[in-house]
Structures are given as structure tokens and as C-alpha cells.
């Protein structure tokens, strides 16, 4: 079936340590896109990127890093300048660029502090 | 700058009482976009509605439906005959016309549907 993978489901982060969340889609879309649930605040845009090779950042890139070296992965990598990385990750991808398209999203990672 | 406001942070009804999700938008673009997604205890986020800024007619899809009001800037949904699988956040988001789709999202409803 087509969709969206995240991996893991869950995953505890140690001080200091930068820890890397996996997004795959088999949807053939252009556009990924991660994003940071807190409780009460909703969704916020941590980076997006429309084309292999090439990302913006968000509303709350820092802390974060990611890369598109291939169209149907967009790993995040939470450093640990990330001071309070405790939240639900959730990845999500759309078919083209501009506004019109939906995104689909997947299971999302739950991060926690050890 | 868009901005989504969802001010009902957690409603609870009975199964089959009808319920109404409010959501006020701003933003300065006339071309825009609202969507509502849906999130289960699940974790993922459905996509359940997309509306363009030109077209004002309300929708119906079961026992969903919007309300798109430009003159209020707001897009409610309404479930009729609320059911337990109902039960979930449900998000409002605004997504303005260019490059990048970016989606902003209001804070979200927590409807909850006892029987």
C-alpha cells in the first residue's frame, strides 16, 4: 500500500546525544515535510523540502537538521542543541509544490528525554 | 502573518447529539487555502477537507460537514449524529497561495463521544 513510514514509533534521546528519525513515502510526491506536535499548540513546521537536494527551514528549525538526498526519504536529525526535543514528530508529504495539494501524514515519532 | 484559531480546546457530547468545531483564520492573501484533518488516538493525521478561498459553497460528505464564511473568516464543521469513532483531535489549518504549501495549524478541538 502507498503511505508514509515513520521509524521508530518511539525513541529516548540522552543528553548530548543527536538522534536521527526516519520518513519514507512510496507516494512518488515532491514536497515532504516535518513537523513538531506539542500538547495544546498544534502543528509547527519544522523544515520542508519541495525537491531532492534542496530544503527550507521552518518556523522552528533550530535544534534540527535534515537532508533529501533521495526523493522518497527525508530523515530529521534532532541535535542536541535541540533543548527540549520532548514531542510527537510527524512527517508528511504532498504531490506538488503549491498550495493546493493536501498532505498525507505518517504515524509520527514519540521523542522523550532519558 | 496567517494565524488559525481553534478556541474550543476539548468538547465532550453524547453519542448521536450533533457538534460544531469551530475555526476563525486571518490572513492577508485572497488566495488561500483550509483544510481540516482529523487526528485518532492513532497518532496520524486524516485529511478529511480541502476549500479554496473562491469557493464559498458549503460541503457535505456523510455525516460531515463545512461551513465556509469569508465574511467571518471562518470554516466550522459540523458532525450530525456524533458517533464514538468520531473521537479524536481535530485540526483546522491555513495554507496560503505560492511556493511551499506550508500548512499552519490552529491548536485543535479534542472531541470526545461518550455512549
Known amino acids: 500500500d502507498g503511505g508514509i513510514t515513520q521509524s521508530p514509533k518511539y525513541l529516548f534521546r540522552k543528553e548530548g546525544q543527536n538522534v536521527t528519525l526516519s520518513c519514507e513515502q512510496n507516494l512518488n510526491h515532491d514536497a515532504m515535510y516535518w513537523y513538531r506536535q506539542d500538547p495544546g499548540q498544534g502543528l509547527r513546521l519544522i523544515y520542508y523540502s519541495q525537491i531532492v537536494n534542496d530544503f527550507q527551514k521552518g518556523d522552528i528549525a533550530e535544534g534540527y537538521s535534515v537532508s533529501r538526498e533521495k526523493k522518497e526519504s527525508f530523515p530529521l536529525t534532532v541535535t542536541s542543541a535541540q533543548k527540549n526535543p520532548t514531542a510527537f514528530y510527524l512527517c508528511a508529504s504532498s504531490s506538488a509544490v503549491y498550495s493546493n495539494q493536501p498532505q498525507h501524514f505518517g504515524d509520527g515519532t514519540r521523542l522523550s528525554i532519558l | 502573518a496567517q494565524k488559525v484559531t481553534q478556541a474550543q480546546t476539548e468538547i465532550s457530547v453524547v453519542e448521536k447529539e450533533d457538534v460544531t468545531l469551530d475555526c476563525v483564520y486571518e490572513?492577508?492573501?485572497?488566495?488561500?487555502?483550509l483544510f481540516w484533518y482529523k487526528q485518532p488516538p492513532s497518532g496520524e493525521l486524516v485529511f478529511l477537507i480541502r476549500?479554496?478561498?473562491?469557493?464559498?459553497q458549503n460541503e457535505i460528505s456523510g455525516r460531515y460537514s463545512w461551513n465556509f464564511q469569508k465574511s467571518t473568516s471562518s470554516f466550522n464543521f459540523t458532525i450530525t449524529a456524533s458517533q464514538v469513532v468520531d473521537s479524536a483531535v481535530y485540526f483546522c489549518?491555513?495554507?496560503?497561495?505560492?511556493?511551499?504549501?506550508?500548512?499552519?495549524f490552529g491548536a485543535g478541538t479534542i472531541l470526545r463521544v461518550k455512549s
Open positions: 489549518a491555513l495554507s496560503e497561495e505560492g511556493y511551499g504549501n506550508k500548512l499552519v
Open positions: 490572513t492577508r492573501d485572497t488566495t488561500y487555502y
Open positions: 476549500r479554496n478561498s473562491f469557493d464559498e
